[in-house]
């Protein structure tokens, strides 16, 4: 069964620091996606990757397929980055349909001004 | 629309009783998927529609749990002899052309199921 392990748990962060979030998962999978849910339930797909590295603005997701693991970075953050950011997967799992994602406990961000 | 829609936004009911809850995806999106959050929990898949195909009803937790997806457009997901255990918030996504994991999803904002 694969796992998706994120780290950390919570985080806290002062107003303009360079935050990193974590995935790491155990066995192969066909895409990656971050995922960013505010308070008040809203999820908002950031990215989707298979290979290397995307950007959007502020955010860098980057993954090794080979390490099994994925990062999500935030540049310069703000306290509108308050929000938890969920992991979740695509086993490359011949056997079964490709949508059913499985999903990281998430990470709670935290920015204070 | 321009987003996924999902109704109703709150849904409080009492134990026994059925419910249905409505997604209504992107307009051409053919893929449709309906997930489950907990309080305190993480997502947990429940089934995924891809055209034409059978769905994949793996995530499902018991037979109390089914969904149709008519016309390839609008989902109802129904929940029989409601449970407590049942009380999470429901989510609904789409996706375009395939749904093979390698495209964006595309969330509505849930349902919120609170079972007395």
């Known amino acids: 069964k694969n796992e998706v392990e994120q780290s950390p748990q919570n985080l806290t962060a002062q107003e303009g620091e360079f935050i990193t979030i974590n995935c790491s998962y155990s066995?192969?999978?066909?895409?990656l996606h971050w995922l960013q849910q505010h308070p008040g339930g809203g999820i908002v797909s950031l990215f989707m990757?298979?290979?290397g590295k995307k950007k959007h603005g502020r955010l860098i997701a980057t993954i090794n397929i080979q390490e099994k693991h994925s990062s999500l970075h935030i540049t310069a953050s703000h306290p509108r980055d308050s929000a938890v950011y969920i992991c979740?997967?695509?086993?490359?799992?011949?056997?079964?349909?490709?949508?059913?994602?499985?999903f990281g406990k998430g990470t709670k961000l935290s920015v204070k001004p | 629309g321009a987003g996924v829609s999902q109704s109703p936004s709150n849904k409080v009911t009492e134990k026994g009783k059925d419910v249905e809850l409505r997604c209504d995806p992107i307009?051409?999106?053919?893929?449709l998927y309906w997930y489950r959050q907990s309080l305190g929990q993480g997502l947990e898949f429940l089934i995924y529609?891809?055209?034409?195909?059978?769905?994949?009803k793996s995530g499902l937790p018991s037979d109390r749990f089914s969904a149709e997806r008519t016309g390839g457009s609008v989902s109802t997901l129904t929940i029989q002899r409601t449970q407590q255990e049942d009380s999470a918030v429901y989510l609904c996504?789409?996706?375009?052309?395939?749904?093979?994991?390698?495209?964006?999803?595309?969330f509505g904002s849930g349902t919120q199921l609170s079972v007395l």
């Open positions: 529609f891809q055209g034409n195909s059978a769905p994949d």
């Open positions: 307009s051409g999106h053919t893929a």
């Open positions: 066995v192969g999978i066909s895409a």
């Open positions: 979740a997967v695509t086993e490359m799992n011949y056997g079964g349909s490709q949508g059913n994602l499985i």
């Open positions: 996504a789409s996706s375009a052309r395939t749904g093979t994991g390698n495209e964006k999803l595309f």
């Open positions: 990757l298979s290979s």
